[in-house]
């Protein structure tokens, strides 16, 4: 098979892409990478790359969208793989390619996407574990923690502005407040309790077209359960080093206990990782979904601390493969990682455990094989 994929301006999508490109061209596909924006020599590369025929196109977060109307005339089939909520992508699934199919790391979202966008190829497909996998060594970092830090004061004023005053800015603040009261509800439930409570009767294209415009929304909760995460080990007294963007706004870097490490290319953190006893996760707002943290965390021979999905705790077991806490009970997050680093035992036999099945199961072969064969099935049978 010839596979076209892209690289855009979005460092980890482009460290999936390669590694997806690596599996492919071991597979025996031939591809091409096209970075965007496109030089003129590439340009060249890549119009003799069409003229030889094209069996898929692999995006992800639907980069390299715009050509849809030459996929289209080409009949190519397109898969788009999501890395976050499908609500970021209306313009992806508003009049999507012909020939196309979505996977999602949720199973919500695989159903946002066929009830809000009538997309009957809409599948699931974890996150891929892509670290090299690492057994033992020297690991003089307890607690480790990788994720930017946005301002919440940030986030607020942009929906505010973004909204001018509008009740759409109002119905964004009250699903917040919904979601911190009870970080169970998806931001699609949040958004229907609103508007029930407003009395607001929306037809789904209507629904779907206000969640597209809520991205901000997702942002703040998220933050706000990653700085009180945080915040919480810190009160404790135990130490944790951070690295991503944004953390100097926190109000945290003055706790003598709290280490920042500035953002890296995606790849580099692995070696921190390496590095660290204990990972910690707050899963994006994933209720039903992976996450490539924890499948990272356990190729570098880390314990992964998360919240918790229901996906995950279908498919990794407590105090077994991985360790959870409980958003609800943050103030016993500390008390569990203290746990976990004073029981070495208990430590090694999550991590042990754990490791395996991430490389056997959430690699990147399984994964992207399954995108691969999903292909092959609807298109090529």
Not at 140 to 145: A, E, G
Not at 193 to 210: F, T
Not at 326 to 354: F, S, T, W
Request: aromatic residues 12%; contains cysteine; negative net charge.
């Amino acid at each position: 098979m010839r596979i076209l994929l892209f690289h855009g301006a979005i460092d980890p999508l482009n460290h999936f892409t390669d590694k997806a490109k690596e599996f492919l061209e071991k597979a025996g596909c031939e591809t091409f990478l096209c970075t965007l924006p496109v030089t003129k020599q590439n340009e060249t590369d890549l119009l003799d790359f069409f003229r030889r025929g094209i069996h898929a196109v692999i995006l992800y977060d639907g980069i390299g969208m715009y050509m849809k109307d030459i996929y289209d005339e080409l009949k190519i089939p397109v898969v788009n793989i999501l890395v976050d909520h499908p609500m970021t992508f209306g313009h992806c699934m508003k009049e999507p390619p012909r020939r196309y199919i979505q996977f999602s790391p949720d199973e919500n979202h695989v159903a946002f996407s066929r009830k809000y966008w009538k997309l009957e190829n809409s599948f699931f497909l974890p996150h891929m574990g892509t670290a090299p996998v690492a057994v033992g060594g020297e690991r003089p970092t307890d607690l480790l923690f990788s994720g930017s830090c946005w301002s919440l004061d940030a986030l607020a004023n942009h929906i505010r502005q973004s909204d001018k005053g509008g009740i759409l800015g109002n119905i964004f603040f009250e699903m917040i407040d919904y979601m911190l009261l009870d970080p169970d509800f998806t931001i699609e439930e949040a958004c229907g309790i609103v508007l029930k409570d407003r009395n607001i009767s929306l037809s789904p294209e209507e629904l779907a077209l206000i969640l597209t415009q809520a991205k901000a929304v997702d942002e703040y909760v998220r933050m706000y359960y990653r700085g009180r995460a945080v915040r919480a080990i810190l009160d404790y007294g135990m130490e944790i080093t951070v690295i991503g963007t944004d953390w100097d706004r926190s109000g945290l870097t003055d706790y003598p206990n709290f280490h920042w490490i500035q953002p890296m290319p995606f790849a580099d953190v692995f070696a921190y990782m390496r590095k660290s006893k204990i990972v910690l996760n707050v899963m994006p707002w994933f209720k039903a979904g992976s996450h490539e943290r924890v499948f990272n965390t356990l190729l570098s021979g880390a314990c992964p601390v998360s919240d918790k999905s229901s996906w995950l705790e279908e498919h990794f077991a407590d105090r077994k493969e991985i360790a959870y806490y409980d958003l609800k009970e943050m103030e016993r997050l500390p008390q569990l990682i203290e746990e976990l680093l004073h029981d070495n035992a208990l430590r090694g036999e999550i991590v042990l455990k754990g490791q395996e099945k991430a490389a056997r199961q959430f690699c990147v072969e399984k994964v992207i094989g399954e995108a691969l064969k999903r292909v092959i099935d609807i298109y090529y049978p």
